[in-house]
């Protein structure tokens, strides 16, 4: 009996060994690693250089509290990140994951409105659905009930907007037209909220798993800015998932050239070789709270020297490998050929994202958009038939929102054109024995 307990008890196969895009398991099955994890392990699983840096990193000291000593590799990290930022985010505070830099983010937002003498600022809209983390504060801002509902009494519920699901409208609006409606539903929240205490708006550019790699029309993202700049509201990215490269830029608000007054990262930062989280502001912003007594925060592990190490490393392959380029190209080629499968199984709805954050929706009537009955339990069924096959996905029922089951697909940024080519042929087939066994139309 394992001591080991996460969402529930249960059994996983053992994972004893991967390298590049492939896990194997105690029996020696191989699978494809088709959600890079929970898409953490952007440059592919055992890259040697990242592990040898890790190596000469362990020789020297894996740990140095960091308001005790400087160290060379977090500071050569933090140069290494900013380089790859926007030209204003350049003040990097470090921390072990999502969720720390979501909590990090949004207390450097309050602490500036303090710092800055709007103290009446503290509230946080954000979408529906929508993820950001699990701790309290993160929690807040979360727009999915099934994690939310428990807490309430110990969070504060913030405002949401809904997430900008233009797919599922019927409305007889263009893209463009409806990206400017969902963008305006921020300000009508401003106005009805009261301005003077609205504090920022923190929204993930490509969705994650709640949304399945929700994209918003072109004309969202620079209305968002628009309307953050309007009413002195700061524009936080959560790209905890989009960022580090996935998308096929460094971070996924670049490719609308929107730019976030701060961005949090993780998953791909580390890339599965360390817990690594990264917070990321301007000097207009950090400037006024360090010199009004400092940032009341931090975490114990943050930008030790292991961690770093392994960072540094992990943006140098992604530069010496070409990865941002064979993302978008990789991401191409697969949302083309999930594109087909749709063509062949119409219970897929909606095919969606950027780069290798691809995903794809079920639906019962593709002209209705109507959800698969939640009972069929679609979405685990898929990853599970997968799994059967040899490909690992991550899915999600998106539970209050509009939308329903979907699976994402999100292979590491090293994926090769045959390793693409081999994991569509196993959703295909997936896909036909989920509609057997569902009882699904098949054309
Ligand atoms: N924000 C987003 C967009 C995420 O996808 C996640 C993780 N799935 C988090 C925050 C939280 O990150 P972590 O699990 O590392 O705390």
Redesign the pocket.
Known sequence: MSNLFYQAKGRRPIGTRAEGVYIWDEDGRQVIDGASG??VVNIGHSNERVLAAMREQLDKATFLYRLQFENEPAERFATALAERLPAELEEVFFVS??????ESALKLARQWAVATGQPERWKIISRFPG?????LG?LSVTGYDLLTQHYLPLMTEMPKIPAPTAYLDRDGLTMAERGLRYADMLEAKILAEGPESVLAFIM?PVG??TTGALVAPDSYYARIREICDRYGILLIH?????GAGRTGKYLAGDHWGCQPDIV?L??GLGAGYAPL?AMVAPERIVGPVLSSGGFAHGHTYAGNPLASAAGLAVLEEIDRLGLLGNASDMGDRLMAGLRELATRHPVIGDVRGKGLLLAAEFVADRDTMEPLAPELNAHERMVELAFERGLILYSRRTRGGRSGDHFLVCPPMIVTADEVDRILEILDDTLLALERELGLPNA
């Open positions: 929970a898409m994951g999502g969720s720390e830099a979501v993820y950001h983390g699990s701790t993160a993930e994650g798993a959560d790209e905890v998932m989009s949090a993780s998953k989280g």
